[in-house]
Structures are given as C-alpha cells and as structure tokens.
C-alpha cells in the first residue's frame, strides 16, 4: 500500500452506489489501492477495516472520538466521517472528521449549526419539505 488516501463520494466502485453494511464493504475493498479511503453518500459515520483473511472492524465512532490507522492491524480501511447535512443516524449536528496525515490519527467531529437557516435555504430553493425537516430529526 502506498500512503496515500483515496476519496469518494460512494462506494469507490461507483460514487451513486452506498456502502451500508458488510457486502457493500467487502465489495468495495478491492477498487482502491490506498490504506484509506473516504467516503460519504450514506451520511452516517463508520471505519471498517479490512484484516488479512478478510476479517473485518466495524465502528460508529463518537463524537470527538480519536482513532489511529494502524496498517499492522487491518490492510485498508473505509472511513465515513459522517454529514455535514442531511444526517442519516439520528443526531442532527453536523459531523465531519479531521486527519493528522502525520500519525494517522482521525479525530470524529460533532457541531451544532443553524437547522433553522439551513431548513429555509432548502424551502427557498423548492427543495422537497423533507429534505427540510430530516434536519431536526437526523434521519
């Protein structure tokens, strides 16, 4: 593996496609060749990693949790920081994680932001109502 990190809106097979449980994970591994790689689309925030023999690490991390890459215990890893709007997991703060690229250490973000604002630019835009209101329902 080399030390770069691999970024995609879905699955890295496919950016409309979502990585919502074991196959979709399993299934995606094998389209990047990074230890990490990014993703989003489901708007929840998860890390799994992959073991040599195909074992596999599933966490929802907490906010302001800290986790560490560590390429002795898994091969790759898929990492989901979460959404910065339209939440899926039932917290309606926004979620978003940082990376020290250095010790590979990824920090899980929760913030509060103004659902209000955000729900009237939604409403404003002729967006559909529930894409305004799963903002306070995180869902």
């Known amino acids: 593996m080399d030390s770069l990190i691999t970024l995609s809106h879905g699955s890295p097979a496919d ?3 979502y990585i919502l449980g074991e196959v979709d994970a399993r ?3 094998g389209y990047f060749k990074t230890s990490v790689c990014f993703f989003g689309h489901s708007h929840i925030s998860v890390v799994i990693g992959l073991r040599q023999g195909g074992s596999l690490y599933v966490r ?4 302001d949790e800290q986790l560490c890459i ?3 215990a898994y091969d790759q890893y898929l990492i989901n920081p979460g959404s910065v709007g339209q939440p899926r997991d039932g917290n309606c703060r926004g979620s978003a994680a940082l990376i020290d690229t250095d010790s590979m250490a990824i920090r899980f973000l ?6 209000a ?22 869902r």
């Open 60 to 63: 929802f991390p907490n906010a």
């Open 110 to 115: 929760r913030f509060e932001y103004d659902i």
């Open 70 to 72: 560590d390429p002795a």
């Open 15 to 17: 950016e409309e496609q």
């Open 27 to 29: 299934n995606s591994f």
């Open 117 to 138: 604002a955000a729900q009237e630019k939604i409403r404003k835009a002729g967006l559909p109502e529930l894409l305004a209101a799963r903002l306070e329902q995180g």
